[in-house]
C-alpha cells in the first residue's frame, strides 16, 4: 500500500528524459499573442496522427536509445511534459551569456511563424544570449499545457499579459519592454534546457494539463 501511493506521489525522472529536453527544440507557437512550445523533435511539425517510422527513429537518437522501440517512446512522449515541468521546477541554471548551436534554421516553418523581434533566428546557426534571473521567473511562473505556454494566457489573468509579468517581476507594467521580454523566452528556454542542471531521480509529482 505505501510502496503504491509512493510511486503514485512520486515522478521518476530519467537521463532518458534529460537528453530528450537537451535536443528538443524550442519554436513559437502564433497563436493569440504567440508564446514557446517544446518540440521534441522537429518531425513532429508534420501533424500526422500516428508516427512515422522516422519519428520514432529520431526520436530515439535524440534520447540516446540503442533500438526503436515503440511502446517505450511513445511512453516517454506522455511523461515528457511532467518532465519538462520538474526541469524548470528544480533545473539550476546562472544568469549569464551562453551559446547555443541553433536548431531553429533546420525547421521549415520558423521563419512564418517567429515574431519580428526574432526573425534573425530562423537562419542564425549559432546564437549568443544574455540569459538572466527575469527570463528565469518567467519560465517558471508561466502557465504551461503539455509543453506549450499558454499562448492567450501565458502568465496569468489580469487584463493583458504585460501586467501578469509586471506583477511577477516586480518591475513597472513597459508594455513594449515587457513584450520584448515575453518573445525572449524562446531562446531563453532554448538554452535552460541545455543548460540547466538537474538530477536524475524521484522528485514530487506536478500536475500538468
Excluded: C
Aim: glycine share 4%; aromatic share 8%; net charge negative.
Amino acid at each position: 500500500m505505501f510502496a503504491t501511493l509512493t510511486l503514485a506521489t512520486m515522478f521518476m525522472l530519467t537521463d532518458t528524459h534529460i537528453k530528450l529536453l537537451r535536443n528538443a527544440v524550442v519554436v513559437w507557437a502564433p497563436i493569440e499573442s504567440g508564446a514557446p512550445a517544446v518540440m521534441i523533435s522537429p518531425l513532429q511539425a508534420g501533424g500526422e496522427e500516428e508516427p512515422s517510422p522516422e519519428l520514432y527513429a529520431d526520436i530515439a537518437k535524440r534520447a540516446g536509445l540503442k533500438s526503436v522501440d515503440k511502446q517505450q517512446i511513445d511512453r516517454l512522449l506522455k511523461e515528457m511534459p511532467e518532465a519538462l515541468a520538474q526541469l524548470l521546477a528544480h533545473g539550476k541554471l546562472e544568469p549569464g551569456t551562453y551559446r547555443y548551436d541553433n536548431p531553429l534554421v533546420a525547421v521549415s516553418f520558423a521563419e512564418k511563424t517567429l515574431p519580428p523581434e526574432l526573425a534573425p533566428l530562423a537562419h542564425e546557426k549559432s546564437v549568443s544570449f544574455a540569459f538572466t534571473g527575469q527570463h528565469a521567473k518567467l519560465l517558471r511562473n508561466a502557465r504551461w499545457e503539455g509543453l506549450f505556454m499558454n499562448p492567450k494566457r501565458p502568465y496569468g489573468d489580469m487584463t493583458s499579459f504585460e501586467r501578469d509579468m509586471a506583477a511577477i517581476l516586480n518591475v513597472p507594467a513597459d508594455e513594449q519592454r515587457l513584450w520584448k521580454l515575453h518573445t525572449e523566452t524562446l531562446p531563453a528556454l532554448q538554452i535552460y534546457l541545455r543548460k540547466a542542471t538537474i538530477a536524475p531521480g524521484e522528485y514530487e509529482r506536478i500536475e500538468v494539463e
